[in-house]
Nanobody
């Protein structure tokens, strides 16, 4: 089993920045994909960004491209989401997830493990 612990959410003004962290523990896999999803009130959970275990390949939702950056920590145990130029519509609960497949995917059902969500609120 893999445990994912998310931290870093909070309240920020529009145009500001936040960094989310997701620390993985438990069983280690040599190849995997990590991703961030988010869910706004009344909406379905949607893909935000993904990264492969090596950190070399990334994928982003169009809505966050050029504003958000996903990265892997040096040990491969932690994935980050740097969020810049935040907009009101970025307000959501953000979730970290791990897929044991090796290809980048934005399909929620592909992800095997999920962390608890962290609330991000962007105010005007």
């Amino acid at each position: 089993q893999v445990q994912l612990v998310v931290s870093g959410g909070g309240l920020v003004q529009a145009g500001g920045s936040l960094r989310l962290s997701c620390a993985a523990s438990g069983r280690r896999y040599t190849r995997y994909t990590m991703a961030w999803f988010r869910q706004a009130p009344g909406k379905e959970r949607e893909f935000v960004a993904a990264i492969t275990w090596s950190g070399r390949d990334t994928s982003y939702a169009d809505s966050v491209k050029c504003r958000f950056t996903i990265s892997m920590g040096n040990t491969g145990n932690t994935v980050y989401l740097q969020m810049n130029s935040l907009k009101l519509e970025d307000t959501a609960v953000y979730y970290c997830a791990q897929d044991l497949g090796t290809a980048l995917t934005n399909t929620r059902e592909r992800y095997n493990y999920w962390g608890q969500g962290t609330q991000v609120i962007v105010s005007s």
